[in-house]
């Protein structure tokens, strides 16, 4: 390096020689060890050849439109860069840390991504945003290629299941999709209402994917009224995410008319995600049970008694869930005859109650029950939801 720049960089800070002494620096990389006076640095033109990074910033250009082109065939609004450089080029770093000390310095990635990033931000007319960006894109200066890593689209709403042969998320066969006598060639047991929704929404993104996650479930054989449950589908890789949701809407529901509605959609958050799976909401169930003798009115005054009951886990999914004891309270409970031995339950419940075994007892597991209190066998022989309590959540998702 000349020797007036070293003087004129001598001015700016009087460590800077003693540490080019030691080290041939670009001055990217110069200037990031004197971060308070990189502006002044990086005016003075120098061409070192550079000992931390190889000059790494006066090659980036290939990088960049490499970037372009992939960025070019997708939909986003903001996005971020990620940087990956070889190993050796950050111990040559703390190298340089070690001897020129670590306040006031940044390092190679951070300066690469904020460079590159403005850079891009340029060229693509798109925004950097560090919390919610829907490109990843990483430089990796290893192997001089670019990879986009694209954020899901999450999409709130709710949904009606009006069948009973339809399970909430996609039930695979144990064949594995290869399609046996069992699931009688299809590969799964049950068509979902993750593949109703999934489906056309994934087809109007280009999507690779989907996860639909719910506000709890219900059974296979539970069909779910009223308001609807609420659900977030989480579309993976996205191309488009411009979507007209109402006309989404609209062709779902007309496509499977007799199987699911989805109502109100909306775009929401990741975070949402979880919040959504950590709500306990109060749920109404319409029940058809089936009693092992004739009913009375007097019967039916009893049973609306229930309150407060003691569920171990049902016999049904013990194994898939632990065998606990869990105090669940009936929060109101109504019935009416619909013939000798057939009657109509309207049960609102603690979330987490489960319904069925509330009524047939399961083998003395639930405590009291409607068997129990009518000391007969009883099934149930329909079961709906009818009402989620939800009402709150709207406002939540919108957040
Ligand atoms: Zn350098
Ligand atoms: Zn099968």
């Given amino acids: 390096m000349l020797n007036s720049k070293k003087s004129e960089l001598a001015k700016i800070n009087k460590k800077i020689p003693q540490l080019l002494q030691k080290y041939n620096l670009c001055n990217n990389c110069l200037a990031r060890q004197f971060l308070?006076?990189?502006?002044?640095?990086?005016?003075?033109?120098?061409?070192?050849?550079?000992?931390?990074?190889?000059?790494?910033?006066?090659?980036?250009?290939?990088?960049?439109?490499?970037?372009?082109?992939?960025?070019?065939n997708?939909?986003?609004?903001?996005?971020?860069?990620?940087?990956?450089?070889?190993?050796?080029?950050?111990?040559?770093?703390?190298?340089?840390?070690?001897?020129n000390g670590i306040e006031n310095t940044e390092s190679i990635k951070t300066e690469l991504n904020r460079l590159n990033g403005r850079i891009l931000e340029k060229k693509l007319k798109k925004k950097v945003d560090f919390a919610n960006y829907d490109l990843l894109i990483l430089l990796d200066f290893i192997n001089n290629n670019v990879k986009v890593q694209i954020t899901p689209i999450y999409i709130y709403g709710h949904y009606l299941k009006l069948s009973r042969e339809l399970s909430q998320t996609k039930w695979p066969c144990d064949c594995n999709g290869k399609g046996c006598e069992k699931c009688?060639?299809?590969?799964?047991?049950?068509?979902?209402?993750?593949?109703?929704?999934?489906?056309?929404?994934?087809?109007?993104?280009?999507?690779?994917?989907?996860?639909?996650?719910?506000?709890?479930?219900?059974?296979?054989?539970?069909?779910?009224?009223?308001?609807?449950?609420?659900?977030?589908l989480e579309i993976s890789e996205p191309k488009k995410r411009k979507l007209d949701l109402r006309k989404l809407e609209k062709t779902i529901n007309s496509k499977h008319k007799k199987l699911i509605q989805v109502k109100n959609l909306a775009f929401c958050k990741k975070s949402h995600v979880e919040l959504l799976?950590?709500?306990?909401?109060?749920?109404?169930?319409?029940?058809?049970?089936?009693?092992?003798?004739?009913?009375?009115?007097?019967?039916?005054?009893?049973?609306?008694?229930?309150?407060?009951?003691?569920?171990?886990?049902?016999?049904?999914?013990?194994?898939r869930r632990a065998d606990k004891e869990r105090m669940r309270s009936i929060k109101s409970i109504t019935g009416r005859?619909?013939?000798?031995?057939?009657?109509?339950?309207?049960?609102?419940?603690?979330?987490?109650?489960?319904?069925?075994?509330?009524?047939?007892?399961?083998?003395?597991?639930?405590?009291?029950?409607?068997?129990?209190?009518?000391?007969?066998?009883?099934?149930?022989?329909?079961?709906d939801v009818i009402k989620i309590k939800d009402g709150f959540l709207d406002e939540l998702m919108a957040g």
Avoid at 44 to 57: G, V
Avoid at 85 to 95: I, N, S
Avoid at 287 to 303: P, S, V
């Fill in 36 to 72: 308070s006076d990189r502006k002044k640095i990086l005016s003075i033109k120098t061409n070192s050849e550079c000992y931390l990074c190889n000059n790494i910033f006066s090659n980036t250009k290939q990088l960049i439109e490499k970037a372009i082109t992939l960025a070019k």
């Fill in 277 to 319: 799976k950590s709500v306990r909401l109060e749920k109404v169930y319409r029940a058809i049970a089936r009693a092992g003798r004739n009913l009375t009115k007097e019967d039916l005054a009893e049973i609306m008694k229930l309150n407060i009951i003691n569920q171990n886990t049902p016999t049904r999914v013990l194994h």
């Fill in 184 to 232: 009688n060639f299809k590969g799964k047991m049950y068509t979902s209402v993750e593949d109703l929704v999934g489906y056309p929404v994934i087809a109007e993104s280009s999507g690779i994917g989907s996860k639909f996650h719910g506000a709890g479930r219900e059974d296979v054989n539970a069909r779910m009224l009223g308001n609807g449950r609420a659900f977030i």
């Fill in 337 to 383: 005859l619909l013939g000798k031995k057939k009657l109509e339950l309207i049960i609102a419940a603690e979330a987490g109650t489960y319904i069925k075994e509330l009524i047939n007892g399961d083998n003395g597991r639930t405590k009291p029950s409607v068997a129990e209190i009518l000391n007969t066998n009883v099934a149930c022989v329909e079961l």
């Fill in 74 to 99: 997708l939909e986003f609004r903001t996005f971020l860069v990620g940087t990956q450089v070889p190993r050796e080029m950050l111990t040559r770093e703390e190298a340089v840390w070690d001897y």
